[in-house]
């Protein structure tokens, strides 16, 4: 059993406090990780709030975890002690499913286990995340971090990363194409910095006229401002693809209508009700609206090995884990460029000191 110390919600209105538990004793093929970064992730605040009404408190959260493996267990073949590794937004999968088989974990007709507010497929037990300085995981989900990158950087691919490669790469992004992101955030700019490095021509679209420096920054060819009616019509039927990141229900008919012919929008933010759309906007010119959340085991490491070779790293800020709560006040206003992620030495000098 390893003795933890994190932080936790424990309900749905209290800043999230230090939380002391344990976690499990090595399995066969278990492998035992000091956390050394955790990128928080807009979930991470959705759950903490119990904004999607399905909170099991006490809550851990962090599935952005970068570390360096302290134990493995005795069936494990692909890491050693001292190795770099990561964590994302899984820990395991029922590994029968069709899903599965097809390397698809993510999609696991059986559920995902989450990383956190999930539940220990053998036990039961919840799974606690990555606001901790430790985290055991079964070999097969943990991901190897190619030699070299600021692990700080490193820590947001494993959810915003993969949430915005997976869609690229199914819908086969890539040169002489034209794709659109819609909203310059946490998995905007990394949407951008992919469909950059993926060889497409990229245009930042937001509503927000103050961040065409920024998006030009982060790589993006053009920009366009979505509250600007002649700008949107002069781009009706212009992308290929386009990647919508808004993170709460809004109308995607607008950008939509950007869609060419046999192109495609798809969702990675919303998980909300949408405004009603009109079968007619997609009917017509044989568009796509679709949905993507993360890659799988595969797909995630295919996404680290690329981002090492294309020098794609987050944009973030570090902060101290005690700094958490007032990083989701910030989080909430969109104050943040563009992932903040926590330094668990911090966490254990406060551990130290008390």
């Known amino acids: 059993m390893f003795q933890c110390i994190g932080y936790a919600a424990h309900d749905a209105q209290s800043p999230l406090a230090p939380f002391s538990f344990t976690r499990r004793a090595l399995r066969p093929r278990d492998v035992a990780i000091e956390i050394v970064y955790c990128g928080v992730c807009h979930s991470d605040l959705h759950y903490a709030r119990d904004d999607w009404g399905r909170t099991a408190y006490p809550c851990v959260p962090g599935h952005e975890i970068v570390g360096r493996v302290t134990e493995v267990g005795p069936e494990v073949t692909r890491f050693k002690r001292g190795d770099h590794a990561a964590v994302g937004c899984m820990v395991d999968s029922c590994r029968d499913c069709s899903s599965c088989a097809a390397g698809l974990e993510q999609y696991c007709n059986n559920r995902l286990t989450a990383t956190y507010n999930g539940k220990d497929r053998q036990t039961g037990e919840p799974t606690l995340g990555g606001y901790s300085d430790r985290i055991v995981v079964t070999e097969d989900f943990v991901l190897r971090i190619p030699e070299g990158l600021d692990l ?91 990647l919508n990141t808004i993170p709460v229900s809004h109308d995607v008919g607008p950008y939509m209508a950007l869609v060419r012919l046999d192109g495609a929008q798809v969702l990675v933010g919303a998980l909300d009700p949408l405004e009603p759309l009109s079968g007619s906007a997609l009917a017509y010119r044989r568009k796509t609206l679709a949905g993507s959340i993360i890659g799988g085991i595969a797909e995630t490491q295919e996404m680290l090995d690329f981002c090492a070779e294309h020098d794609v790293l987050a944009d973030c800020e570090t902060i101290a884990m005690q700094d958490i709560n007032a990083a989701y006040d910030r989080l909430k206003k969109g104050r943040v460029k563009y992932r903040f992620v926590i330094d668990m030495a911090s966490l254990k000098q406060a551990d130290a000191a008390a």
Not at 169 to 177: A, E
Not at 214 to 232: E, Y
Request: with cysteine.
């Open 152 to 242: 700080a950087r490193v820590a947001p691919l494993l959810c915003a990363g993969i949430t915005t490669y997976s869609p690229l790469r199914h819908w086969k992004v890539g040169p002489g194409q034209n794709v659109g992101v819609v909203g310059l955030g946490g998995l905007g700019h990394m949407g951008v910095k992919l469909a950059r490095a993926l060889g497409a021509e990229v245009t930042m679209i937001t509503t927000s006229p103050d961040k065409e420096k920024d998006a030009r920054a982060l790589g993006a060819h053009g920009f366009l401002l979505s509250t600007d009616k002649a700008a949107m019509a002069a781009h009706a039927e212009h992308f290929d693809f386009v």
